[in-house]
């Protein structure tokens, strides 16, 4: 069974949204330590490398064409269908 907000305990650090030290800052220090976690984040991604980027594209693009091929068919045998049928 999950807790609802009237059983939970609350967490130590009062949560990442809960009202306390973040808004009682003032704007620029809140504003400063958003670029300093967004940048803290960027340095944790792992950046594709160049050829798995194109190699990742190919497969997208290619993807999305054998969708488009296969919508395109099934749209032109219903439209004949439709047609058969109420022409």
Do not use: C, H
Not at 6 to 27: D, F, Q, V, W
Not at 65 to 80: G, H, Q, R
Request: charged share 20%.
């Amino acid at each position: 069974m999950t807790e609802t907000r009237e059983n939970a305990t609350p967490s130590p650090g009062g949560g990442a949204r809960g009202a306390g030290a973040s808004e009682s800052k003032p704007l620029p220090a809140r504003i400063s330590l958003f670029y300093r976690q967004v940048i803290a984040e960027l340095r944790k991604v792992i950046w594709p490398t160049r050829k798995e980027l194109v190699t990742y594209t190919t497969v997208v693009i290619a993807f999305v064409l054998v969708v488009i091929a296969y919508v395109s068919v099934l749209d032109f045998f219903f439209a004949k269908a439709i047609l058969s049928i109420f022409g």
